[in-house]
T-cell receptor, first 112, second 113 residues
């Protein structure tokens, strides 16, 4: 079963604006990861945040994690048309790192 | 760096036919291996994962099975495909004990008609 749910399901913004996506999950975790998928392709890893971290940055990406609410957010700043893709969060389960499940995804469209 | 080879890219099969999808990994040893299925416009459903040769964990009861005959080979099979088996199948590889990043193959689009 899927661990996470992303919201919104779809998001359309103008180039230059910021995009925020949220992820909620159900069980305790070790790590939470965000991935990007271009249509019809495999997923590409963007960033990982550990359960003892609250915020992490990588370039134009900012991820937050609230373990008390079992939720995470991904912020893409100054969006570009090339950011158009689907974004997924993925979690393991704190009993072990091997089982990795994905959320339902947010489809982001950045309009030039 | 590791490379995931997954083939074919597209497959059209009749209902009731068998299936064999193969995934091989280069550039690493003893990886964690995964099969996911993605319905059109939806999230990824974890089907199977494996932490070693012959070790398979099944997440969804269905008519699919998986095998890991070699360290870097993961095979997804079915004896008789159903219409509901259609989807985009993705193989992934995770490294180390903490699995901090999954690397994905390019996927197989399976249409069962």
């Amino acid at each position: 079963s899927q661990q996470g749910e992303e919201d919104p399901q779809a998001l359309s913004i103008q180039e230059g604006e910021n995009a925020t996506m949220n992820c909620s999950y159900k069980t305790s975790i070790n790590n939470l990861q965000w991935y990007r998928q271009n249509s019809g392709r495999g997923l590409v890893h963007l960033i990982l945040i550990r359960s003892n971290e609250r915020e992490k940055h990588s370039g134009r990406l900012r991820v937050t994690l609230d373990t008390s609410k079992k939720s995470s957010s991904l912020l893409i700043t100054a969006s570009r048309a090339a950011d158009t893709a689907s974004y997924f969060c993925a979690t393991d389960e704190s009993g072990g790192y091997q089982k990795v499940t994905f959320g339902t995804g947010t489809k982001l469209q950045v309009i030039p | 760096s590791q490379t995931i080879h997954q083939w074919p890219a597209t497959l059209v099969q009749p209902v009731g036919s068998p299936l064999s999808l193969e995934c091989t990994v280069e550039g690493t040893s003893n990886p964690n291996l995964y099969w996911y299925r993605q319905a059109a416009g939806r999230g990824l459903q974890l089907l199977f994962y494996s932490v070693g040769i012959g070790q398979i964990s099944s997440e969804v009861p269905q008519n699919l099975s998986a095998s890991r005959p070699q360290d870097r080979q993961f095979i997804l099979s079915s004896k008789k495909l159903l219409l509901s088996d259609s989807g985009f199948y993705l193989c992934a590889c995770g490294l180390g004990t903490t699995n901090e990043k999954l690397f994905f193959g390019s996927g197989t689009q399976l249409s069962v008609l």
